[in-house]
């Protein structure tokens, strides 16, 4: 599933744009899988692919959005 959001982070909108992969159910003998996130690219106010500049709490910040806004559109 192809994600894009917008996100407020220090005062400063960044377009953060990510592919999901589907999570697999439990069954009786297997505990399933959580979903997974393949992919992330941030872009600034600008459109600017800053991905590459940005430091890992940011990062951390923007996947947990995706996997929030994933969460609540399955």
């Known amino acids: 599933m192809n994600i894009s959001i917008e996100i407020e982070l220090n005062e400063e909108f960044y377009t953060v744009e990510g592919y999901m992969i589907k999570g697999e159910d439990s069954t009786y003998d297997y505990p399933g899988a959580d979903a997974e996130l393949d992919c992330m690219t941030v872009y600034d106010e600008e459109g600017c692919d800053v991905t590459n500049t940005i430091d890992y ?8 959005k995706l996997f929030e806004y994933y969460q609540d559109n399955l």
Not at 57 to 63: A, L, M, R
Request: hydrophobic letters at 25%; zero cysteines; a negative charge.
């Open 57 to 64: 709490p940011s990062i951390e910040y923007f996947e947990e």
